[in-house]
T-cell receptor, first 119, second 113 residues
Framework: AQTVTQSQPEMSVQEAETVTLSCTYD???????LFWYKQPPSRQMILVIR????KQQNATENRFSVNFQKAAKSFSLKISDSQLGDAAMYFCAYRSGSGYAGNNRKLIWGLGTSLAVNP | DGGITQSPKYLFRKEGQNVTLSCEQNLNHDAMYWYRQDPGQGLRLIYYSQIVNDFQKGDIAEGYSVSREKKESFPLTVTSAQKNPTAFYLC????????????FGPGTRLTVL
């Protein structure tokens, strides 16, 4: 069974600095998708960025980028020019790429990293 | 505006009572999901539905029930059989695609008194 591990329960960063959140996963599949979600104090889950395993190029969304290392099964999130509004819980999630039905569609979640941004 | 609504935001229930959490979406998504979130445990899947009138159990379905009579609606009932129902409940929806990118509602905080 696939698992997702976020080894940093808490992180902090100074405003305007860069921070990297770690995520590793365990799978025997070659086709899958990876996601980073943000949960601010309002508790609404917001998609930050996604990566398809078959793509070698790392995904980027404005100040957010990932370092996807398929062989190492690592999917870290880099936040550049950190802002106070980036303070939140960040969750890494995995989804199998095989099939369109059944349990293959469910997301497998890490336990999250709480990010504090210091002014 | 398109989105997912959950109501109520806070819900209190006495022990032994059933309670239903509402989830509505106007994104025209086929798939809908219910998650439970507890401190330190991340998100756990309760039930999901990929099409109207069909749904499947997730990892922690015991003590919960759902229905999917309309594409837009996926209510979750927390029954008295659920031993520890106090938690934060999140509803999500997605299109049926390879991405399975899920969009979330604002959540309902259920407290059993």
């Amino acid at each position: 069974a696939q698992t997702v591990t976020q080894s940093q329960p808490e992180m902090s960063v100074q405003e305007a600095e860069t921070v990297t959140l770690s995520c590793t996963y365990d799978t025997s599949e070659s086709d899958y998708y990876l996601f980073w979600y943000k949960q601010p104090p309002s508790r609404q889950m917001i998609l930050v960025i996604r990566q398809e395993a078959y793509k070698q190029q790392n995904a980027t969304e404005n100040r957010f980028s990932v370092n996807f290392q398929k062989a190492a099964k690592s999917f870290s999130l880099k936040i550049s020019d950190s802002q106070l509004g980036d303070a939140a819980m960040y969750f890494c999630a995995y989804r199998s790429g095989s099939g369109y039905a059944g349990n293959n569609r469910k997301l497998i979640w890490g336990l999250g990293t709480s990010l504090a941004v210091n002014p | 505006d398109g989105g997912i609504t959950q109501s109520p935001k806070y819900l209190f229930r006495k022990e032994g009572q059933n309670v239903t959490l509402s989830c509505e979406q106007n994104l025209n998504h086929d798939a809908m999901y219910w998650y439970r979130q507890d401190p330190g445990q991340g998100l756990r899947l309760i039930y999901y539905s990929q099409i109207v009138n069909d749904f499947q159990k997730g990892d922690i379905a015991e003590g919960y029930s759902v229905s999917r009579e309309k594409k837009e609606s996926f209510p979750l009932t927390v029954t008295s059989a659920q031993k520890n129902p106090t938690a934060f409940y999140l509803c999500a929806s997605s299109i049926v695609s390879s991405y399975n990118e899920q969009f979330f509602g604002p959540g309902t905080r259920l407290t059993v008194l």
